[in-house]
């Protein structure tokens, strides 16, 4: 690769809706760091896309602090990356007006994310809530960004973002980068310890379900042990081992061993152990994590001159693409 080459920009961002889970770590936040020796990284706090739940406000404001410190204490390095509060930046409200108005009803209707979460809050299916796809489709092009790394479940989004892109260029000439999103092959697909056939969440009814990225050792240990497994007592990776199955994800995404490599391992051991094993290995990975925390939180000056001055350069960046896109479609500059 040459030194010259300019490198290609990345851009993600993560809901600060409560905690940060072992899912979004392992398949998320991880990745985030990773990535930042290789690209030009680009991170917010997607607050904006928060309230289209309901949230109590103060709860809400102790967690986009608490969001912004883990993420930093995951590695996430405001040297070397970006990393913004997405309500920070006006932009990004601003482009979702007018992205609003180059997409379709029915494009928004078919997303699936909008049918589950209406479902599921069908006291209070909102505009915003429907509309969501639009404010995140925003949040990507004001960067132009190369490469979003999402979950699977947010493949559709990227699809439409895509599709919103090349339609404004269609009518416009070149606007925005038309991006392309990928979800990371070592990015595990967590699913809860008690019902292994939903993705862990902090939503889920049953609290051992699922692992906080600040829960104390001994409370990863406990989670871990009442894990839901199998009856078969031996731990391999196969079709209808849901909870094994997960159990190995977790242990590989975190020790890097490879699933045959496990399975030797454990031969002829049982869930006990293995259970262990794996509660061990994620106490390990976050306790540093849970470290860095304390002492960021306790700094609130500190976090704050942190996404000040991230606010500011991703407000500098993604005015540049608003304002050709607002001079494009005619409003006077
Ligand atoms: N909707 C994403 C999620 O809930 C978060 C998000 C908002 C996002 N804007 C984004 C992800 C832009 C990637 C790019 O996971």
């Known amino acids: 690769m040459e030194a010259t080459e300019k490198k290609e920009v990345v851009f993600s961002a993560i809901q600060p809706s409560g905690t940060i889970t072992l899912g979004n770590y392992l398949g998320a936040v991880r990745n985030w760091v990773k990535m930042q020796d290789e690209y030009n990284c680009i991170y917010a706090l997607a607050d904006l896309h928060t309230i289209t739940v309901r949230q109590e406000p103060a709860k809400m404001r102790k967690n986009i602090i608490d969001a912004y410190a883990s993420i930093m204490a995951c590695g996430v390095d405001v040297e070397k990356s970006i990393f913004f509060i997405q309500s920070h930046v006006h932009t990004h409200a601003e482009l979702a007006w007018v992205l609003n108005c180059y997409t379709q009803f029915g494009e928004l209707s078919r997303m699936t994310q909008f049918k589950d979460k209406s479902a599921k809050h069908a006291d209070n299916i909102n505009a915003g809530l429907f509309t969501y796809p639009v ?15 999402v979950g699977a479940d947010q493949k559709q989004h990227i699809e439409l973002a895509r599709d919103i892109a090349a339609r404004f260029n269609g009518l416009y000439g070149d606007v925005f980068k038309v991006p392309e999103g990928f979800i990371p092959k070592n990015g595990a697909r ?43 007592a031996c731990v391999r990776y196969a079709d209808g081992k849901d909870g094994v199955n997960n159990l190995m994800t977790i242990y590989s995404s975190v020790t890097g061993l490879s699933f045959e490599q496990i399975e030797r391992d454990f031969e002829g051991k049982g869930y006990g152990d293995f259970k ?18 304390e002492k960021l939180v306790k700094d609130k000056a500190y976090l704050e001159s942190c996404y000040r001055a991230a606010d500011e350069i991703a407000l500098k960046i993604s005015s540049r693409t608003l304002g050709k896109a607002m001079k494009k479609v005619g409003f006077v500059r």
């Not at 404010?135 to 790394?149: E, T």
């Open 190 to 232: 967590v699913m809860s310890l008690q019902n292994p056939l939903n993705k862990m969440s902090k939503s889920d009814e049953n609290v051992n379900g699922c692992v906080h990225l600040l829960d104390d050792p001994d409370t990863i240990m406990r989670k871990f042990k009442r894990a839901v497994t199998d009856s078969e």
């Open 135 to 149: 404010l995140m489709a925003g949040d990507i092009l004001l960067y132009q960004a190369d490469k979003v790394p």
């Open 276 to 293: 262990a094993a794996v509660g061990e290995a994620v106490v390990e990975e976050l306790r540093p994590i849970r470290e860095r925390y």
